[in-house]
């Protein structure tokens, strides 16, 4: 399915058996495909059923990517369909794991809040940011749901600016502010019968709309291949013509922070990068009929990598291990001079 298909025009049901028949074919990538059928399984409003592919995760007994993303999942879904003391206990210990991502705490804060818990969405937002982006020269891309979120909850309960406004503020790039879009007395003005306020109304969802499909634009990053020194020593005696492409490996790791860098300062968001193996290149080479000497491939197997969810956000958090596999801090190893 197509990002920018219309949602009216989706068989929400017929997607997810289809995303679930993909899992089977990709185990490897299972977690972001059974996530993405459980996503669609919500929509149909086949709650229970979107539960049950979150359970089959967690009960894995392979090793989750981001097992407190699924948590939060299962919670806010829980809570949709009136199982809201276990909802509420899969949060707290969501919060209490305090991970290192940006996505599972947005989903349990946006639980609390669509359920009017605002306090608790505020301490959700608030310890978040507090986790993630303290001594953080630029907040990440997945970061700023925290940043937008906790400004609208501070919004609702009448709480006056702070620092972390200011830095919402400084991320947010629509034409309307933010203190517009999150003014709680919005709500007044489309039951007004000024022409006016209407007008300005619908200039403010205009925006809002804009944001959607900014986001829906990029389901998956802009993601660059990566591959580890044993992998790539394979990739080279098999298929000798990539030497031009990959003079050595370090030469390759630096190629990949550059490009990296030079897509981030010229603004491209939500950047990453996906591992390659030489068996799923093959597989992937056969599966385009080709073969994977062809050097063409490489950005078409980056992108399909991406695509099933196999990309991790660059630049690391702060503090988290080096990209390259290095097991040394990312600050200390590829961003030292950042």
């Not at 028949?21 to 229970?48: F, I, K, Q, V």
């Not at 989750?64 to 003391?85: I, Q, T």
């Not at 909850?153 to 203190?179: C, F, K, N, Q, Y």
């Not at 093959?282 to 695509?307: G, I, M």
């Amino acid at each position: 399915m197509r990002p920018d298909t219309p949602a009216e025009n989706v068989d929400h049901t017929a997607e997810a058996a289809r995303l679930e028949r993909t899992a089977g074919l990709y185990p490897e990538d299972a977690e972001a495909l059974l996530l993405r059928a459980a996503a669609h399984l919500e929509l149909s409003g086949d709650r229970p059923t979107a539960s049950t592919l979150y359970d089959r995760l967690l009960a894995s007994t392979a090793d989750l990517d981001n097992p407190h993303l699924v948590r939060a999942l299962k919670a806010s879904n829980l809570w949709e369909y009136g199982h809201e003391a276990e909802a509420r206990a899969i949060i707290e210990g969501v919060r209490s794991a305090s991970p290192q991502d940006a996505a599972p705490w947005v989903i349990v804060a946006e639980a609390l809040e669509s359920h009017d818990e605002l306090e608790a969405a505020h301490e959700t937002f608030t310890e978040a940011v507090h986790r993630l982006l303290t001594d953080v020269a630029e907040p990440p891309y997945a970061t700023h749901p925290l940043l937008f979120g906790r400004h609208r909850v501070r919004r609702m309960l009448g709480e006056s600016h702070d620092e972390w406004d200011a830095l919402a503020d400084t991320v947010h790039s629509l034409p309307i502010t933010l203190d517009e879009l999150h003014d709680p007395k919005r709500v007044w003005s489309l039951g007004s019968e000024n022409p006016a306020e209407l007008e300005a109304e619908i200039l403010r969802l205009r925006a809002e709309l804009g944001a959607y499909r900014e986001a829906l634009s990029r389901p998956f990053p802009v993601a660059i291949l990566h591959w580890p020194a044993t992998e790539l020593t394979e990739l080279l005696e098999a298929y000798p013509t990539l030497e031009a492409e990959y003079p050595s490996h370090e030469a390759h790791l630096a190629t990949i922070e550059s490009a990296l860098r030079e897509l981030a300062s010229s603004g491209t968001p939500n950047l990453g990068i996906v591992t390659g193996t030489v068996p799923s290149y093959e597989a992937f080479a056969a599966s385009e009929l080709s073969s994977p000497s062809d050097a063409t491939l490489l950005p078409q197997y980056a992108t399909t990598l991406a695509a099933r969810g196999r990309a991790v956000a660059w630049p690391p958090q702060q503090g988290a291990s080096c990209w390259c596999g290095s097991n040394r801090p990312y600050g200390q190893c590829h961003g030292s001079d950042v």
